[in-house]
């Protein structure tokens, strides 16, 4: 089969069509034909190795993980002796490692039949940032109705979810963008949009329940001084121009020393679960939130999809069709 891959580290220059084997279909897998993916920040991060604390997982001098992609949707093509739930021609979407590829394989609680009222291209764009944006709000910042939430990076591929999301959870949202972005974010459903580009809101007067950062360009002692006495800060985002190795960890044991009061600190690290993947399918599927998509690359073309996610200009999501 056809896949995209990279054999070192470095920038989308390295990445190459080539043909590889096709997944193994194990007992409890699922072989899915895929028909569309998604790229996100995570794939730049892995890709090029960095910040290197990604490194005692994805390989310390070679990369274990040489395709990249996690979101993914398409058609199954056969299943394991132990699956149940799915079957061959079933349309679905996942989280699956190495989705940049014409096949993948892993276990069933993976996936799920994807929204009656979504193409499999608008499906792949749902997985990662999706559920991101759910269990930054939900498990993380416990969000409840009538709070005031702030999502700072609005428009992006999380962004654009959690601003829908926290309006599902009747929240009063604030969304942060640049000026071409701000009529994207209104008609997400954010009750108040603010252009960063004219306006800094850590310096405004307002004060917040949660804050949701997608984006790490301020510091975290400037962004608690926007959370009311009892908020709470969840980080999503890492600006890749902090550095390597000092400056993410330095970042983590920060907010750590800084949640030791009423107000809280975490840090994403995005756990896919299959309960998670049925609820926002539910509330597509009900109308309530829309994948959004910006822009849409084949397969071959991958190394030009990361170059512009590079950029952190995208709206919304940035899809490969294979």
Known sequence: MKAIVYRRYGSPDVLRLEEVDRPIVKEGDVLVRVHAASVNPLDWHLLRGQPYIVRPTS??????????GVDVAGVVEAV??????LRPGDE???????????????????FVHKPANLTLEQAAAIPVGAVTALQALREHGNIQPGQRVLINGASGGVGTFAVQLAKVFEADVTGVCSTPNMQLVRSLGADHVIDYTRENFTRDRQRYDLVIDNVGNHSLLVLRRVLVPTGALVVVGIDPSKGNWIAPIARMLGGQL?????????????????????????LIEAGRIIPVI?????????????RYLETMRARGKVIITV
Not at 93 to 103: D, L, V
Request: hydrophobic residues 35%; positive net charge.
């Open 59 to 68: 390989g310390w001098r070679r990369p274990k993980r040489n395709i990249p």
């Open 80 to 85: 394991g002796r132990n699956v149940t739930e």
């Open 92 to 110: 679905v979407f996942g989280e699956m490692t190495r989705a940049c590829a014409e096949y993948v394989s892993g276990p069933q609680r993976l």
């Open 258 to 282: 800084l949640s030791r009061g009423s107000q809280k600190i975490r840090f994403m690290l995005t756990d896919i679960e299959r309960e998670d993947l049925l609820f926002i399918k539910e």
């Open 294 to 306: 910006d822009r849409t690359y084949p397969l071959s073309e991958v190394p030009d999809a990361i």
